[in-house]
């Protein structure tokens, strides 16, 4: 079963571990206690958007960056393949290339 909150916490894990920050060091900038920021990252606890937001700003991070990775991480388990164009009907109409298309590159 996919569980969001273990694939977002993955994706904050992966965030700040790229960044070779540790566990304290957000926690401490995000205001969050370091035992939730933990929970969240072991997608054992439901992060409220209020601390999403903050943890996202603690990293630096958009909170749209991270749900935008978290929506490929639950497409790809779900074994959906994430496309790479917009379907002209979520864009304007002077956008559209061939096809009614538009790149998302």
Do not use: F, N
Not at 22 to 28: D, H, I, K, P, Q
Not at 47 to 71: D, F, M, N, Y
Request: glycine share 10%.
């Amino acid at each position: 079963m996919i569980l969001l909150r273990r694939e977002l916490g993955d994706a904050l894990r992966d965030l700040r571990q790229k960044q070779g920050r540790t566990l304290r060091e957000v926690s401490g900038t995000a205001r969050v206690s370091l035992g939730y920021l933990s929970e969240v990252e072991r997608g054992q606890k439901e992060a409220s958007s209020e601390l999403l937001s903050s943890i996202c700003g603690a990293l630096g991070t958009p909170l749209s960056v991270v749900l935008s990775e978290v929506s490929d991480r639950v497409a790809l388990a779900e074994d959906l393949r994430v496309p790479d164009v917009v379907p002209a009907d979520l864009v304007g109409e002077d956008v559209r290339g061939p096809e009614g298309l538009v790149s998302a590159a």
